[in-house]
């Protein structure tokens, strides 16, 4: 892209040495270790350092403009804008055409089952033969026979977005399926991507460190509604107690379809519900029709995902009874509720909210025998949103018969204030066995569970990392469980 026609698109405060416009920009960074021959750089404030530090290093790299908000002292073409963070989306869009423009892009938001409903609604799509990529908190992948390409955020930043984007139709990809964060709506990752589609799956309590207020976050959630282009569709959980708030950001010519269990009225609904350990079924009512449906999955939550993405597949044309046909053998995505080990059934679960926590316990309760017990083993991450600690604490006092605390991802905050603010949730102790750190904790579940027990473990699902506060450590909650019960599940 031209510098002048970067400037064109721009609403910017003051253009500083930038006469030659015709100055070609064949890349973007905002890290100067990272700059090359080339590129714009945009000096971006975050958390712990300033952008605009570091341009005499973007300088050196061989960077030939600036995007920033303070004037530098150097000679390149400088463009000053009021937030470097919420324009960064132009330049990024502009540097690959706007790639969005020519594909079907449909958003998944919500506090919890995104990755899932990303993954259905591929294999929707591919089951009638047509190709569908997948961005999330795995990474991305163009097909589900893909391997995962790591993308570092759930929504990754503009540039990293637009070049995945850009991939995608370079790869004759039509369909995009992407997770959409609240923080990415934020701070305008997705600004310059043209949604055909946006998807809640619910809205639960989390982020508030960086959000505060949920009145806030479900702001930033509904943003991907008012996104939407004409002539899309918007696809609302009618159970979530926010529902209705985000059908009334919706744009007029954009069609609402529902999905519920509660909602009789939802454009999708499901009854007849019932679970065993093999998994969930459950009659399907659409257009007057009763669609019965088996899954392999399990839990309430499940449920709901596959109706988000069985509505997604109606709204796009698809029958229901085939899409489902489709879905009905799938084991769910890793590290949602995953099984590892048949005796004791040992669960590995993502869920880190009050709600998630919650949600999978109470699956992993329908499913427990009646002589064993249901044992949760959990953790809440460093640096995180702490008023959720209590109340996760609560729930796993109220619906597990013993608990284990352990760590998560401590970062830098000290593990044992962690866990004693989660103990602070806790009516009484008498069941709670606080093991600081997790390996050992999962090692205890050994000695603790008994052959019909179920055992929950929870927080990381899928992550083979642990941040602890100097350093990042390799730790998958799945390979020390299997190290410990010596015992795969059977494919």
């Known amino acids: 892209m031209k510098l002048g026609e970067l400037i064109g698109k721009l609403d910017y405060i003051k253009l500083v040495n930038c ?20 590129d714009l750089f945009v000096c971006m404030r975050g958390e712990h350092t300033d952008g605009h530090k570091y341009f005499r290093d973007a300088v050196n790299a061989g960077v030939k403009a600036f ?19 919420q324009t960064l989306a132009i330049p990024s869009a502009l540097l690959y055409n706007y790639p969005s423009n ?20 591929q294999r929707i799509f591919e089951h009638y033969n047509e190709k569908c990529a997948i961005i999330g908190t795995l990474g991305y992948k163009l097909d589900s026979s893909d391997s995962y390409k790591e993308a570092k955020h759930t929504t990754p930043q503009a540039p990293e977005l637009q070049a995945v984007l850009h991939t995608i139709k370079e790869n004759s990809i039509k369909n995009v399926a992407m997770e959409v964060s609240s923080h990415s709506l ?21 982020h508030l460190d960086y959000h505060i207020t949920m009145d806030n976050y479900f702001e930033a959630k509904a943003r991907l509604f008012e996104k939407v282009k004409d002539g899309g569709f918007a696809v609302i959980n009618a159970d979530d107690k926010y529902a209705q708030k985000f059908i009334k950001k919706v744009p007029e010519n954009v069609k609402v379809y529902t999905y519920g269990i509660e909602h ?21 009512v659409v257009d007057g029709r009763e669609i019965k449906i088996n899954l392999a999955m399990n839990g309430m939550f499940s449920i709901y995902n596959v109706l988000a993405a069985l509505t997604v597949a109606y709204a796009s044309g698809f029958d229901v009874e085939k899409s489902a046909e489709c879905i009905s053998k799938l084991h769910g995505v890793a590290g949602r509720f995953e099984v590892i080990v048949k005796e004791p059934l040992v669960i590995v679960d993502y869920a880190h909210t009050p709600d998630g926590l919650e949600n999978v316990l109470n699956a992993a309760m329908k499913i427990k025998p009646q002589n064993g017990k249901l044992i949760c083993l959990f953790g809440c991450g460093g640096d995180r949103d702490a008023t959720k600690r209590p109340k996760m604490g609560a729930i796993a006092e109220q619906i597990a018969d013993k608990v284990i605390l352990t760590s998560d991802n401590p970062r830098s905050e000290n593990p044992q204030q962690i866990i004693t603010d989660i103990l602070a949730g806790f009516n009484s102790v008498q069941n709670v066995t606080v093991e600081e750190d997790r390996g050992e904790a999962i090692r205890l579940l050994k000695t603790v569970a008994q052959k019909d027990d179920v055992v929950v473990v929870a927080g990381k699902g899928h992550e083979d990392y642990q941040i602890l506060a100097d350093k990042t450590i390799h730790f998958d909650d799945r390979e ?6 010596g015992v795969l599940v059977s494919a």
Do not use: M, W
């Not at 020390?480 to 019960?485: A, H, I, M, N």
């Open 19 to 38: 006469e030659n416009t015709d100055i070609e920009l064949t890349g973007i960074s905002y890290n100067s270790k990272l700059s090359k021959e080339g």
């Open 186 to 206: 934020s701070q305008n990752r997705v600004g310059e991507c043209s949604f055909n589609a946006a998807v809640l799956t619910n809205l639960t309590q989390d």
């Open 67 to 85: 995007l920033c908000e303070d004037e530098l002292d150097c000679n390149l073409p400088q463009i000053i804008v009021k937030s470097t963070e």
């Open 480 to 485: 020390e469980v299997r190290k410990v019960f």
């Open 264 to 284: 009789i009225n939802s454009t999708l609904q499901a009854k007849d519900i019932s679970f065993s350990s093999n998994g969930a079924s459950f009659t399907c």
């Open 102 to 121: 020519d594909l079907n892009l449909i958003g998944v938001t919500g506090t919890n089952g995104k990755t899932t409903v990303t993954h259905l609604i």
